[in-house]
C-alpha cells in the first residue's frame, strides 16, 4: 500500500504548462460551448462599434468640419513662384438664398463648372449666417455623424450587457460544475488522503480557489476575444488609413512585446506563492479553531497568535510582490502609449502641414492607438487573473488527479475502479472472513500481522487487545477504509475489493467511540439518506435507541439544529442519536468501536440496552476494553501487538489461563488487593 497516495504539499509546484491547464477545463467549458459561441459573437460586434467610433470621428473631421483640400490654385502669382495650394469651399447654387450670398460677394467665389469655390480664409470673412447657409450641408453632416454616434453608443451598451449576463450566467455554471466534480471526487477518496491533508487546505481548494476561478470564466475567455479582435482590427485600419504612418507608431511594439514577456513569467510566481500562502492560512486556522480548548487550557493563545502573525506576514509579503510586478508593468504601458501618441503627433503633425494626410486622420490615428494600449493593459489585467486562476487551478487538479478509490496493490499498480460492472454485492451476507491479513499505515511499521479469523451470520464476534493493538483497524479494514497490504477479506468467500463497495457498505453501520454529528437537525442525522420517514419508523427508532428522554429535551425536537459536531449535547447523548441512526439504517452487520467509553455509568446503562436490541438478529463486530461488554460474545479474539494470541468464546478463554485469563484477572483486581 503506497502511504502517501494523493499526498501533496503546500509548496511551490515548479514550472506548469499553461495550455496543459486549459486544455483540462474544456470538459467544464464544453456543455456551455453555444452560450461561449454567443459571448463570442458579441464580443465581436462590441469590437466592431468600438473600432467604429474614431473612424467616425475622421469621417466627421474630413468631410464636415475641416474638408480635405481641393484640388484648386489660386492665379494671382505675380512672382513667378509655385502658386500656393488653397482650400475651399465647394458651393451649389441650389437655392435664392445661395445664390443672393453668391451675388453680393462676386468677387471671392471662383466658377468651376456648375459650383462655385470660395476658400475658408475668405469664407471666414462672411456674415455668420452667410456661413450658416452656404455650410449647411455640413451641420447635416455633422448632425447625421452625431445620429450615427449615438446608435453606436445605445448598440455597444446593448451588446455588452448582453454579453456580460451570457458570460456571468456560463461562468457561474462552469464554477458551479467544477465545485461540484471536486465535492464529488473528494467524497470517494480514501481514508489514507484525510489523514495526510488538513481540512483547511481542501476548504481553500473548493472555496477560494474554484471562486478564482470564476473569473476566468466570465472575463478571460470571452474579453480575450475582444482584446486580440481589437488589436488586429487597429493594427488593420491603422495601415489601410496610412501605412507610413501607421509603421512609425508601432516602432515601439516590440519594447512591449519584452516587457509583457518579462512580466508574464514573473506575476505567475507571485500568484504561486500568494495561493500556498492562503491555503496556509486556512490550515492554520482551521486547525486553531478545532483545538481551541487546548490552546486556551495551556494557555498557548500567544503561541498561536504568533504563528497566525507570520503565516499572515508572509501572505503580507506575497501580496506585495505581486502588487510590485504590476506596479512596475502597467506604469510603463502608460509610458509606452504616451511615447507613441507623441510619435504620432510629431510625424503626423508634419504630415498634416504638408497636407501629406488629412487632420481627421491624425486624429483618428491618435485616438486608435490610445485605444491600441487599452486592450495591451486589459491583456496583462487578464493575464493577472489568468495566472491567478492557473495556479489554482494547478492544485485543483492535484486532488482531481489523485486516486479516488484504494490501491488494488496489483502488480501494474492500477487502481481499482468503482465503476457499475463492479460485481454487486450478495444479497445476504453469510460470512465475513479475514484470511492471513496484513496490514500498516506506513511503511515498515506493521499494524497488523497475519490476522485470520471468520464471523457467521447472526454471531457476535468481539475483539479485545491493549490499546495499540490494532482492534480499530480491524474495522476501517472490514468498512474497506483501506485495504490490507496482504491477504483478504472475504464476504461469502468474495474478495470485497471486488464488490460495488457503496452495495458492500449499505449493509453496514459504523458505531463509533466518537460520533460524529453533522449540523443539521436532528432527524437529518438519524435519517440522513430518508426523505420523510414515517410516524411509525421513527418512534420505533426513538424507541429502540433510548432515544426518546434525549429528544424531548431538545426545543424543536427532532427539528433541533445541532451545532458542529452535535457539541452541545453530551457525550452519552451524541451516543444514542448515533446508535438511533444505525437503527435507521436496519443493516445486516454492525460493528461497535468502544461504543460505551467515556461514558458516565447511568447513560451507559442506557447505551448498552440499545446496543443489545440494536445486535439482536444481527451479525455484529464489537471492539472494547472492558471484558463485561463481550463475555456474552459467541466468539472473543484476543490481540496484542497486532497478532492474534486466542480466539474463544469467554469460558473456553479463561480455561487457557492465557492472555485474556489475566487481563479479566487485572480488570477484576482494580481497586482491590490481589
Sequence with gaps: MRHDSGYFEEQELGKSYDLKLLKRLLPFLKPHRWMIFASIILVMCITLLDLAIPYVTKIAIDQYIVPKMEAAFQKDSK?????????????????????????????????????????????????????TLLRKHHLTGITRVTMAFLMIILLSFGFNFLQKIVM??????????????????????????????????????VTNDIQNMHELFTSVISLVFKDFFLLIGIAVVLIVMNWKLALFSFLIMPLVGYTSFAFSSRIRDAFRVLRIKVAEINTNFSEMIDGIGVIQSFNKEKIAARRFAQLNHENYLAGMRQIHVLAVFMPLIEVFGVVTVAVIIFYGGQSVLSETISLGVLVAFIS??????????????????????????????????????????????????????????????????????SFEYLPSEPVLTDISFKIRAGESVAIIGPTGSGKTSIANLIMRYYDPVSGGILLNNQDIKNLNISEYRAKMA?????????????????????????????????????????????????DTILS??????????????????????????????????????????????ALSKLMTGRTSLVIAHRLSTVRQADTIVVLDKGRILEIGNHEHLLQKQGFYFRMNHLQHCIGETC
Design 79 to 131: 512672382d513667378g513662384s509655385d502658386p500656393a495650394l488653397s482650400r475651399y469651399l465647394q458651393v451649389q447654387p441650389d437655392s435664392s438664398e445661395v445664390q443672393a450670398i453668391i451675388k453680393r460677394h462676386r468677387d471671392q467665389f471662383k466658377q468651376s463648372g456648375q459650383f462655385y469655390l470660395i476658400s475658408y480664409q475668405q469664407l471666414s470673412q462672411l456674415p455668420t449666417e452667410d456661413v
Design 564 to 609: 458542529r459536531g452535535g457539541a452541545t449535547l453530551s457525550s452519552g447523548e451524541r451516543q444514542l442519536i448515533s446508535i438511533a441512526r444505525a437503527f435507521a439504517r436496519d443493516p445486516e452487520f454492525i460493528i461497535l468501536d468502544e461504543a460505551t467509553s467515556y461514558i458516565d455509568s447511568l447513560t451507559e446503562d442506557a447505551i448498552q440496552d
Design 168 to 205: 456571468e450566467y456560463t461562468g457561474h455554471r462552469m464554477m458551479n460544475d467544477l465545485r461540484l466534480a471536486l465535492f464529488d471526487h473528494i467524497q470517494h477518496l480514501s481514508m489514507p488522503f484525510f489523514t495526510q491533508n488538513p481540512v483547511g487546505r481542501l476548504v481553500t481548494r
Design 510 to 558: 459504523f458505531v463509533t467511540q466518537e460520533p460524529y454529528l453533522f449540523s443539521d437537525t436532528i432527524r437529518a442525522n438519524i435519517w440522513r439518506d430518508q426523505a420523510s420517514p414515517s410516524e411509525a419508523d421513527i418512534a420505533r427508532v426513538l424507541s429502540a435507541a433510548n432515544c426518546q428522554a434525549v429528544i424531548k429535551k431538545q426545543s424543536r425536537g427532532l
Design 368 to 437: 486608435y492607438m490610445r485605444m491600441f494600449f487599452r486592450p495591451i493593459r486589459d491583456l496583462a489585467e487578464k493575464y493577472n487573473i489568468l495566472q491567478n486562476a492557473l495556479a489554482s487551478a494547478e492544485r485543483i487538479f492535484l486532488i482531481l488527479d489523485t486516486s479516488n478509490l484504494i490501491d488494488t496493490h496489483t502488480n501494474t499498480g492500477d487502481v481499482e475502479k468503482n465503476i457499475p460492472s463492479a460485481p454487486p454485492a450478495p444479497q445476504r451476507i453469510e460470512t465475513i472472513a479475514l484470511d492471513r491479513v
